[in-house]
């Protein structure tokens, strides 16, 4: 079945440390994928997304994610994770050849920072 | 400019009562989302809304239904609330066309609980 899977529901790392947050699609074709943010209490906001091209993109608030095509996968990374990155993220997926309309979302990884 | 705006923000049902959310988006888009967030769960499409006058059904249409008011409103409506649907429900909006870059903005949610 297709879908977006992020294997992680939890993650917990200290301040200065590095991050990866793992997304895994299954669909036939490389889709349009995207990293979105959501604080609490908040709607989300987008990080970054790919659509073509190289393959490592570069986002907002210092993030960049790999987009692997052997692997069916789209990391999302930070070099140095600062306390104000405590969130939830989720990736999200455009299926290619549709009306690119449709939008489908992962569980989510919901990450928290140690001072 | 507002983006996406949703009211209300909270509401409370009892079993069988029936309501609607609104959604409204400034920024002429032409593609417009209903999604529920559930913990675990990440963001699951409800319906959608490639344009005014067509909407189609996402991954958990049942027990919802949404009319495309015209271009820049969207609104869905429990008719027989279930505590099933207690939930976390965010509105967004796409713009659609040529040089689109597929991004969704998203309203601030409506917090619902039916008791």
């Known amino acids: 079945a297709q879908s977006v899977t992020q294997p992680d529901i939890h993650i917990t790392v200290s301040e200065g440390a590095s991050l990866e947050l793992r997304c895994n699609y299954s669909y036939g074709a490389t889709p349009y994928l995207f990293w979105y943010v959501q604080s609490p209490g908040q709607g989300l906001q987008l990080l970054l997304k790919?659509?073509?091209?190289?393959?490592l993109v570069q986002g907002i608030k210092g993030f960049e994610a790999e987009f692997k095509r052997s692997q069916s996968s789209f990391n999302l990374r930070k070099p140095s994770v600062h306390w104000s990155d405590a969130a939830e993220y989720f990736c999200?997926?455009?299926?290619?050849?549709?009306?690119?309309?449709?939008?489908?979302f992962g569980p989510g990884t919901s990450l928290s920072v140690i001072p | 400019n507002a983006g996406v705006t949703q009211t209300p923000k909270f509401q409370v049902l009892k079993t069988g009562q029936s309501m609607t959310l609104q959604c409204a988006q400034d920024m002429n888009h032409n593609s417009m989302y209903w999604y529920r967030q559930d913990p675990g769960m990440g963001l699951r499409l409800i319906y959608y809304s490639a344009s005014e006058g067509t909407t189609d059904k996402g991954e958990v249409p049942n027990g919802y239904n949404v009319s495309r008011l015209n271009k820049r409103e969207f609104s869905l409506r429990l008719e027989s609330a279930a505590p099933s649907q207690t939930s976390v429900y965010f509105c967004a909006s796409k713009s659609r066309g040529t040089g689109f870059t597929y991004e969704q903005y998203f309203g601030p949610g409506t917090r619902l609980t039916v008791t």
């Open positions: 790919y659509f073509s091209g190289d393959t």
């Open positions: 999200a997926v455009v299926p290619a050849k549709t009306s690119y309309d449709k939008v489908i």
